[in-house]
Structures are given as C-alpha cells and as structure tokens.
C-alpha cells in the first residue's frame, strides 16, 4: 500500500479547548453568563415565531423556514462568542432533546412542522455538536458548513416550490426538483465563495488565488448538492454539513498532494459512469446519485487501492443482476428488490465502505484497508449469493428451519447460492492481494466476507420483517401489498432487506477487525 495520507481527527478531538481564532465578541467577562443569555435568546426567537406563526397564520413551511434561519444564524454568531468548544457542546445536546422532546410530543410547530414527517430539527443540533467536536480548530470548515446548513437548502426548497411546472425527481421516498437543485448549487458556490474569503479577511491570511479558489468552491457545491438530493426526512441538515466539511479536507489533502485535476476528471467520470449505469437499467437516478458520492470519496481518499475493489463488486454485481431477468422478474412484486438497484441499495450495499474511507482519510493505516475490503468481501458475498442463487433448480431452505422457502427469500440458502458467496468473496480476496501481497490477508478477508453473509441469512431468517396480504394472502417483505397495509408474521417491523445488507457488511468489518485482535 502506498499508505497515502492525511489528517490525524483525533488531534483534531485533542485540541478542542483551543480557539479557533476568530475575532472575539465579548458579551459577559464570564462565558457562562454569556452561554445563559444565548441559549435564553434562541428560546426566545423560538417563541417569538411560535407567535408570528399564530399571529400572522404563517404556513406551517413557512414558519420552519423562518426558524431555521434565525437559529441558523445563531450558531454562526456563536463562533464569535466562546473560546473553546465546550459551551457549544452543551448547547447542542440541549437542543437535541428540546428539539427530540418537541418532536415526540408534537409542540412547537413553527420549528418543526411540514407537510412530511421530518427529523430534521434534531438532525440540525446533531450536525452542530459534530462540527463544534471535529472542526472547532478549522473556522474555514465551521462557517462554511453553517452557512450552507443555514441558508442553501432553504433557498432550494423556496425556488423549488415556486416553479409552477418543476422537473421532478424521487429520491428515497422525498420528491425533489432539478430547478430546485440548480437553486442548491448556484447559492453554495455563492455562499462558500463568500465564507472562504471572510474567513481568510477574519484571520489575516490572504485570499486563496483562484486556481485553487474556484475547483475548491465547485467541488463542495456540488458535494453538497448531492448530499441535499440524497437526503430524505430532514436528513440534509445532517447530511449537507458532514459531507462539506468531509470534502473540505478531502480537497485540502489532494491540493497538498497536487492531485486536484485528478480529482475533478475523476467527478466527471463518476458521473458519466453512474449515469450509464441509468441507462442500462443497473441503477435508478437516485442509485446513480448515491453511487456518484461513494464513488468520489472512496477514490478521492484511498485512490486505486479503494476504488478497484469498489468498481468490482459493482460491475460485476450489476452482471450478475442481468443475468436471468426473466427468471428474476418477480422478485420486485414479491420482495421489493429488481434487477435496477436503487439509492437504498447503494448505501445499504456502500454506506459502511464509504465510512471506513472517510475514517482512513484522518487515520490511514494497514488494518482499516483491511477492515475496509473486509466490509467490501461481505457485500460481494451477500449479493452474489443470492443472485447465483436464482440460478439453482432447488428451491433454498430457511437458514434456522431448514424448511423449503420462495426462491430470493431472505433468510435462505442453498449449494448454488453459498458457491456464489464463497466467489464473491474470494473476488475480493484475490484483489486485495494486488495490494496488500500477504495470502495469510487475502484469507482472513475472504473468510470474513464469507462469515458475514451466513449471518445476513441468520438475520434474514429471525428479524427481517415478512408480511401476509390480506387481500391476496400472498408472503412477501413488503409492508404495503395490492395496495393494502400487510400483516406482519415474523420479524420487526422497519427492518428490512436494505437494513439487513447494512448489518452485513458491518458484520465483515466488524469480524477482520476481531480476527486482527
């Protein structure tokens, strides 16, 4: 390995009593006194639109918004206020069970009310109390991600509702607009522009020229587009922040190295790769969003060594998934999945690999490739199992009863289905040897990825909700079907197949870290 980089987050972690440098507001000598009176004005500003939003009848989105912009503007305030990370902490846990608590017993409407179910007020402090823990030593990363929390999703959601005609697209169960999307992408690069230069003006350094300014402002708008569209649920106050300050340093890391071009030809691939993928039915928009954002980490992180293991399990998976269509056909009807693999997959399939290379961007090191590829075996494993596994002429039993189930069953296995895992294991075994050359490695990953894909079963098989029609009285592992709410008969009830690939790939992670010790 050539054991590229970066940052050290836990000196980041270490260094949190430090100021972050920026000019000083001294309200009180005492920043107790001064976290009393900032928590007591956002209580206010809360019940001031509590009472604008009675008062003047203001829509429900109409009154989140405001609130989200106030308390936004807040948090941007409160940089200039404390010298160390400590009283943000606090007010950040606090409002994560105000805003909890308001939630659940559904007070508060201005804050937290629309048209959809949304946890996006306790997502917003939760984003907070990561960006004050990590970056509180990084200003630049503070007031960019803050501002675009603030005011760029706001302004995507206002021209996006304003189009009479919209260009719409689902992604997850959340319908977005592409005009409110260009809205995204046009106020980030305004607002990153703006809080890059404020900044440097802010600490004395000089403005960033604009060979680096400009692919710097371009690629964490788009970033944070992205993140916005993949979001559902209010998920992007959590969502949007993370990935810009995650993309902050990404960049800093390949200007240090010289590989900005490389990077940018790189987006521009990912996208035309992705977007192919649309186009022979692999991935949905959505999937192709999601696999976008994967792909430019896990490369823009780790390079090659992260990308060729990444690339094969989803070339070669997407193959398979063509495979016997025919015989595939039902499998949407019955278990919700097709052959086109959508943006729950890819996070379900990609999520845990793309975190391990977000973690090995601040601490890289030889366990956690291993870790990484690991994660990559077990959902090779899984997938190939159960798409060789349509091939078999038997039908597959349960893993805990040994009775026979509806071939795609989760929970089920077969001789046909476990040669698949045992290949696709091995798949990624064999192309961690090109890196790492230790056959003792390639072992431990192969076995690893093998030993997630029995417990896949094992979980398929206990706690992965299946449902009864009660029209057609037909099984199946989908809580709506003709139309109807099904009848749950074994399992938990949320917990899906998505939430079972999630657990697998964990679980190969979770068993090369345990066999390293």
Known sequence: MSGKRRFCFWNKIESVTFSPML??????????VTFAAFFGMILILIALSEILRSRLRWTTESSRKFVHILVGICLLFSLFLFQSNTQPIILAIIFIFINGAALKMDRFAAMHATRRKSFGTVYFPVAYLILVLGWW??????????????FADTVATVVGESVHTPDKYVVWQDTKSVQGSIAMFLMSIALISGGIIFVSQCLGD?????????PKVLFIAFLATAAEAASSRGSDNLSVPFITVIGLDLFDSMAASNEISLLLVWIVATLIMSFTATYFKSLTNGGALGATVIGIFVFGIGGLEFLIPMSAFFILSSILSRLGKKRKIDRKHHFGKGAQRDIVQVFANGGIPMLLAIWYLYAPSQELYIIYLASLAAATADTWGTEIGFFSRKLPRSFTTFKQIPTGSSGGISIVGTLGSILGAAAIGGISYLFLEDLQLMILITSAGLAA??????????????????ECHELTELDRHCDLRANKVRGIRGFTNDTVNLLCTLSGAVMALAAMG
């Not at 507001?25 to 005492?30: A, P, R, Y």
């Not at 030593?137 to 603030?150: E, H, K, M, R």
């Not at 000089?206 to 060979?211: D, V």
């Open 23 to 32: 000019p000083r507001l001294q309200l009180f000598q005492n920043e107790w």
């Open 453 to 470: 894909s029995l417990v896949d079963s094992l979980l398929g098989a206990t706690v992965q909700a299946n449902f009864e029609c009660t």
């Open 206 to 214: 000089p403005i960033p020229a604009p060979k680096f300014l400009i």
């Open 137 to 150: 030593d990084n200003p630049t990363a503070l007031v960019v991600a803050l501002l675009l929390l603030t």
